[in-house]
Nanobody, 121 residues
Framework: QVQLVESGGGLVQPGGSLRLSCAAS????????MGWYRQAPGKQRELVAG???????DYADSVKGRFTISRDNAKNTVYLQMNSLKPEDTAVYYC???????????????WGQGTQVTVSS
């Protein structure tokens, strides 16, 4: 089993910045890709940014140039630096990790509990 613990959400004014963190813990697994998703009220959950173990990244068009995803493999932690925040970035942000179990090499999908990001003046 893998647990994901998120931190860093909160209330920020438009144009401000926030940094989200997500730490993965658990034994018997190798953490592969990690990413951040978000879900605004009345909308579907969407991918914000993803990063492979090797460091390749992918971003939603709406956040390119403003958000940066990074990770520390030694700590099994992924970060999301969010700059120039807009009211439309308001959502619950969820951490996601794909973990490969050593025992049988099956890949499992894990989610964090979510952290609220509110961008408002």
């Amino acid at each position: 089993q893998v647990q994901l613990v998120e931190s860093g959400g909160g209330l920020v004014q438009p144009g401000g910045s926030l940094r989200l963190s997500c730490a993965a813990s658990g034994s018997g697994f190798s953490i592969n890709s990690m990413g951040w998703y978000r879900q605004a009220p009345g909308k579907q959950r969407e991918l914000v940014a993803g990063i492979t173990r090797g460091g390749s990244t992918d971003y939603a068009d709406s956040v390119k140039g403003r958000f940066t995803i990074s990770r520390d493999n030694a700590k099994n932690t992924v970060y999301l630096q969010m700059n120039s925040l807009k009211p439309e970035d308001t959502a619950v942000y969820y951490c996601n990790a794909q973990a490969i179990r050593y025992r049988d090499y099956i890949t499992y999908d894990y989610w964090g509990q979510g952290t609220q990001v509110t961008v408002s003046s």
